[in-house]
């Protein structure tokens, strides 16, 4: 059986896979997002009876582990996690990131390189728990021990992306016209600069939610 609401984002982990969405229950087990299947029988991502998210936008991993993030900047992890935006679960139960992302939504996670980036509506890492506050509006990278910024790309808005993910090798983002403005709806992103995908012939009107490389 499937579950009984939406399933909204779906990430591999391990030997299994991960789904999130608003369901409450999945295959006729108790197992509310997010809810992992290991290959046998789905049960709870929630180690130890912890809640874990309220709100969920997305998964993603960050080296080996599974990463969520929420619309509401408490994830409802013990206050000890300071997991604020995105939490990582590790093989001791879900931790913060380095003071965590504050302000607004979280809306796309994405690892390459060992660096994890970040896009969505927060204004700031930090203010919580020794932590210092650093302004980041909208987009930021996570190098495993601490935030900084991520230059977004020119003339680009501060608002919702609904793609980020890996063209070519390198970080690729999805929007609308508005957002990405003289790359029209995807902007690609080389480590240091950004320029318009596909290279020479840039997608025009309506908007870009999602995409996948293949050979």
Not at 30 to 58: E, I, K, M, Q, Y
Not at 81 to 92: E, L, N, Y
Request: net charge negative; aromatic share 12%; hydrophobic share 35%.
């Amino acid at each position: 059986g499937g579950p009984n609401d939406p399933i909204d984002s779906v990430s591999l982990h391990g030997s299994g896979f991960v789904v999130e969405g608003g369901f409450l229950g999945i295959a006729s087990e108790p197992a509310n997002s997010p809810a992992v299947f290991d290959g046998s029988s789905w049960h709870p991502a929630r180690p130890g009876g912890l809640g874990v998210v309220c709100c969920p936008t997305t998964l993603s991993t960050y080296d080996g582990d599974l990463l969520i993030s929420s619309n509401n900047s408490s994830l409802e992890a013990p206050s000890t996690t300071a997991a604020h935006g995105v939490a990582r679960f590790t093989p001791s139960g879900w931790q913060g990131l380095s003071g965590g992302l504050h302000g607004g939504e979280v809306n796309e996670l994405l690892e390459h390189g060992g660096v994890l980036y970040v896009q969505g509506e927060f204004e700031h890492t930090g203010g919580v728990q020794g932590w210092p506050s650093v302004p980041l509006p909208g987009w930021a990278t996570w190098d495993g021990n601490q935030w900084a910024s991520w230059t977004p790309p020119p003339t680009g808005s501060f608002g919702e992306t609904y793609y980020l993910g890996i063209q070519a090798g390198d970080v690729t983002v999805g929007g609308s016209a508005w957002d990405f403005g003289q790359y029209e709806l995807m902007a690609r992103w080389d480590g240091s600069t950004w320029s318009s995908f596909p290279p020479g012939s840039p997608l025009t009107g309506g908007y870009v939610t999602d995409a996948v490389e293949f050979d």
